[in-house]
């Protein structure tokens, strides 16, 4: 899923907050990924994005990670809302 506005005004890792167009991902706590972490994301043969851990999403499932505006859109529509088919590593 994808996130934005004032969503993105507190990011729990701290620091400056992050504007939509960056490629910055939340993670839920229990997935493993921490804060910094470089996170490698495919989207079945499409091109590989990178995005960087800046915040933790209590909503998401542990597979699940919530995606700025601008990173959610190099992988596919903000209409989708959810995309499947993703490949993740750190």
């Given at each position: 899923t994808w996130y934005g506005g004032g969503q993105l005004d507190a990011p729990s890792c701290g620091g400056k907050a992050p504007k939509s167009s960056d490629y910055v991902?939340?993670?839920?706590?229990?997935?493993?990924m921490k804060?910094?972490?470089t996170l490698h994301i495919h989207r079945g043969n499409r091109k590989m994005v990178s995005a960087?851990?800046?915040?933790t999403c209590a909503g998401c499932a542990k597979n699940q990670v919530d995606m700025t505006r601008g990173l959610f859109s190099a992988l596919g529509s903000l209409d989708d809302g959810v995309l499947s088919n993703l490949r993740i590593r750190v």
């Open positions: 991902v939340a993670v839920p706590t229990s997935s493993g804060c910094g972490d960087v851990v800046r915040d």
